[in-house]
């Protein structure tokens, strides 16, 4: 055999590994499938019938602005202003719309694990009292179920409690719960997920409903980049009505479920313009009425703002008694602070919080007195 066929022969074996080779690390260059929450196909089989009349895009330290747009269903804002602290910047506070009772989250310092939960309060005076933490959201031995939760929201009925959570049972990261007060026990029902396309991989919050005006509010962070969220308004049914999956094909399901696109949850009919007319006339009362505070008078009697009161005497006795409500509260927090440091302090430091402690103390009682005095004099005058 002569050189030049070596020569080729010896080429096309090279060429050949070459291929080879090139063939392998193409094959290896194929993207790895995901594999997808089994969760997710179960939950994307079963997702509610809603129609979204709207979205919005806001910044998400603009979301309480955005949520906020009726005082038909109540206040929502955060723990720190509520209560005057600076702990828990990112535990939030439904306040109903009566204004006597809250719903809030706040850090559980007692536990080793250092989660939110949830917890419940009355107005009694200008005093919030009776606090408790709502439990029976989870089984005892479902642990790492609900390890966090957040973003409280009572209906007006006083029975039915949404909020948010993380755990095993989430999908993603908060996932929007709900659940119901049992009376006789004076605890709440195990709560359930209540599915897409509410809840979806990413964080879901903040589920709202007024009631009255029918039309509904919840924020997610799906699809959007760091530091924006998206509020979806939708029309709540009374029943739930799941969409019949054999009608449509994976993709379809997939894009209702994700809310991929609002406009195909709209239909044929007037409905999403008859919810918009609700929405706008309840966001002009608001614009219209400023609440100043919320005084009962009698049972049928509520005022919220100064130029309601009669006797126009009564209107710098309620300034004086919101600004001692106000120092109560400060007060309060205070004490709850002192104590705190009171167990954790060494004996050398504990006769100087102690101190401390009765003096706030009394302080609060001559507080309360007066503001119960107050409140009684303006009430007795507004009535007669």
Request: aromatic residues 10%; proline residues 2%.
């Amino acid at each position: 055999m002569n050189r030049l066929s070596l020569l080729i022969i010896s080429m096309s074996l090279c060429c050949g590994a070459m291929a080879q080779r090139a063939k392998k690390a193409k094959a290896a260059e194929k993207p790895v499938a995901v594999v997808e929450d089994p969760r997710l196909e179960e939950m994307r089989q079963s997702t509610q019938k809603i129609m979204f009349i709207d979205s919005v895009v806001v910044d998400k330290k603009n979301i309480l602005d955005a949520l906020n747009q009726t005082k038909d269903v109540g206040t929502i804002t955060t723990l720190a202003l509520f209560f005057n602290t600076e702990d828990d910047g990112d535990s939030y506070v439904f306040l109903n719309e009566m204004g006597n009772k809250c719903f809030y989250s706040k850090n559980n310092k007692d536990s080793s694990t250092y989660h939110k939960e949830l917890y419940v309060s009355d107005l009694i005076g200008n005093q919030w009292i009776n606090t408790q933490m709502v439990t029976g959201l989870a089984n005892d031995e479902d642990e790492g179920a609900l390890t966090n939760k957040n973003y409280p929201f009572m209906m007006s009925d006083g029975i039915t409690l949404y909020f948010a959570a993380k755990g095993e049972e989430s999908i993603g990261g908060w996932d929007i719960f709900v659940t119901r007060y049992d009376a006789e026990d004076n605890t709440f029902f195990r709560a359930e997920n209540i599915g897409m396309p509410f809840n979806s991989p990413a964080n879901d919050y903040f589920y709202i409903v007024d009631d009255i005006n029918n039309i509904g509010w919840f924020a997610s962070d799906r699809n959007q980049p760091e530091g924006k969220v998206c509020i979806y308004t939708f029309i709540p049914t009374e029943a739930r009505r799941n969409y019949d999956t054999d009608a449509m094909d994976e993709e379809q399901l997939k894009s209702l479920a994700s809310l991929h696109s609002i406009k195909d949850t709209w239909g044929k009919g007037n409905e999403r313009d008859e919810a918009l007319r609700r929405l706008n006339e309840a966001k002009n009362r608001v614009t219209n009425v400023k609440s100043d505070f919320v005084f009962v008078v009698n049972d049928n009697v509520i005022y919220t703002t100064f130029s309601q009161f009669k006797n126009k005497r009564n209107v710098e006795k309620m300034k004086a008694l919101l600004t001692a409500s106000e120092k109560l509260n400060r007060l309060t927090s205070a004490l709850e602070t002192s104590r705190f440091n009171y167990a954790k302090a060494p004996a050398v430091q504990k006769d100087v919080l102690s101190n401390e402690i009765r003096d706030m103390e009394q302080q609060m009682e001559e507080l309360e007195q007066l503001i119960s005095k107050q409140e009684k004099e303006i009430r007795n005058s507004e009535n007669q």
